[in-house]
């Protein structure tokens, strides 16, 4: 069944995934499986990045990640997807969001995970505020481009 | 009626707090929420708004018991 959540601790996407495909018990009805991974660099614009912040809106945040994923299930014919994302203190080279997306055939998986992935970049309200070596922060202003 | 404002991020920062339990005579728009709420802080241009935590526009009509979200532009994933 398709599941998002949020995380507050670290967590091992592939582990996860390892995890949910064995739940699947061997499903037979997809062909296709399209994941994306976004970790933590220890850089942005120019600066080393010691650490980050991630705040979101509790509930709207959900309701968010909820609806991105089961838009996608419709409009591409999912067989099952997964979304987690962490919130909270969040260090380099840690993950930050898993999208995993099944399908029939390749086209539909590659194309979702792109769309959940960049919907969400766009809708779900998180905010990141990174720590710069010197121990100052600040809140990024924007996404980059892709 | 009551309303529940919210602010997040480097917005609250800005504003220096997170929520308002605002008390309004009638009806008002989102944006007469914003200025209520704030003591009449100008609007950042990029603000993005919510009613009952679904986006919104600006425009929007505020009923009793809505909670409102200010918040910048959004930079998960």
Known sequence: ?146 | MQVKVLFFAGLRERLGKADVALELPGTATVLEVWQQATGGETLPANVLVSINQVYAELSASVADGDEVAFFPPVTGG
């Open chain 1, 1 to 146: 069944m398709a599941h998002c959540e949020l995380r507050e601790t670290s967590f091992d996407p592939w582990q996860l995934l390892a995890e949910w495909t064995a739940a699947q018990q061997g499903a037979s009805r997809y062909g296709a499986t399209a994941v994306f991974v976004g970790t933590m660099r220890d850089f942005n614009e120019g600066d080393a990045v010691t650490g980050m912040y991630l705040e979101h809106y509790p509930g709207m945040t959900e309701r968010q990640l909820e609806q991105i994923m089961q838009d996608a299930i419709r409009e591409w014919h999912l067989d099952d997807a997964l979304i987690v994302h962490r919130v909270g203190e969040i260090l380099p080279a840690e993950s930050i969001v898993l999208v995993a997306v099944w399908s029939a055939h390749r086209a539909e998986a590659f194309t979702a995970c792109r769309h959940i992935m960049e919907t969400l970049k766009h809708n779900a309200p998180f905010w990141k505020r990174e720590t710069l070596i010197d121990g100052s922060s600040r809140w990024v202003e924007r996404n980059t481009a892709g």
